[in-house]
């Protein structure tokens, strides 16, 4: 199975070790949006997509990415982030992606988050918030999704 992960992880690198336990499971290449040629995705039978999240969203670059994906072929996707808080219930990033990747001919077959050290302000006031984050329990889960998706 040739699989890719698309990740951005700019602030912490909070996602990119989320991203690495994937690809330690499904034995997946991680690139950055600007490492990879849309038309490289053409040969691989599942494409996860990650970021932390900005402003109530996936980041641009990431978003970007997607938005100028061509759409010609079906194929399989899996979406995940960190993020400092949950995701709230009117701002449902993940639903919005993988409805997006839809729209590009994605096949979504499953979504994955979790907490991850925030230092946005105002939280950098106080020492930023979820400080261990992602810890042991949340890259246990990580790897646990990742075999689910091998199944
Ligand atoms: C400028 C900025 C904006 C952020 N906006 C949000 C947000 O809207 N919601 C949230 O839950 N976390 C927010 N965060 C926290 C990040 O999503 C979190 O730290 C994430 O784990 C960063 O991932 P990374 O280290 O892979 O880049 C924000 C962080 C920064 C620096």
Same mark, same amino acid.
């Given at each position: 199975m040739k699989v890719v992960i698309v990740c951005v992880s700019v602030s912490h690198g909070n996602t990119? =070790?989320?991203?690495?336990v994937m690809a330690g499971v499904l034995g997946a290449r991680v690139v950055s949006p600007e490492e990879i040629e849309p038309a490289d995705l053409d040969s691989c039978d599942l494409v996860g997509f990650g970021s932390g999240i900005f402003g109530m969203d996936f980041h641009p670059r990431l978003l970007r990415f997607v938005e100028e994906l061509p759409g010609e072929q079906r194929r399989k996707a899996f979406v995940f982030t960190t993020s400092g808080l949950p995701e709230p219930p009117f701002r449902r990033y993940l639903r919005r992606l993988a =409805?997006?990747? $839809?729209?590009k001919g994605f096949d979504v077959v $499953?979504?994955?988050?979790? =907490? $991850?050290?925030?230092t946005w302000f105002p939280f950098r006031l106080v020492g930023g918030i979820g400080k261990n984050r992602p810890g042991t329990a949340d890259l246990d889960a990580a790897r646990r999704f990742a075999e689910r998706l091998t199944a």
């Open positions: 990119e =070790r989320v991203a690495e =409805r997006l990747l $839809g729209h $499953g979504t994955f988050s979790c =907490r $991850g050290f925030d």
